[in-house]
């Protein structure tokens, strides 16, 4: 038997997906940072529109991932989106 059927046999679409998904967190939350410190507007740019699409693909993952109830985050209770925004809205009315 080899290595290859091993594999094949241990990892199904489901943790495929699963790890397809977390490197796309991992990715954009990078490119984030790169666009955040970038001095130069042409490379940031680059850097945004990279993380545009990676975030579309990310997206596109999710997607796949709900539809085959693979990925089932829980709702935010009404109560929590609103603590969520009042917070955010005092942060920005601090600045």
Not at 11 to 39: A, P, W
Not at 51 to 77: D, I, T
Not at 85 to 94: D, E, G, L, R, V
Request: charged share 20%.
């Amino acid at each position: 038997m080899t290595n290859e059927s091993l594999v094949t046999k241990n990892i199904g679409d489901r943790e495929i997906m699963d790890d397809i998904l977390t490197s796309q967190k991992h990715v954009t939350g990078m490119y984030n940072s790169f666009s955040n410190e970038c001095v130069n507007m042409g490379l940031k740019n680059d850097f945004l529109n990279i993380l545009r699409e990676e975030h579309n693909m990310q997206s596109s993952v999710f997607a796949q991932m709900q539809q085959k109830g693979w990925y089932q985050p829980p709702q935010a209770q009404a109560q929590q989106v609103t603590q969520a925004k009042t917070k955010f809205q005092n942060i920005s009315a601090q600045l």
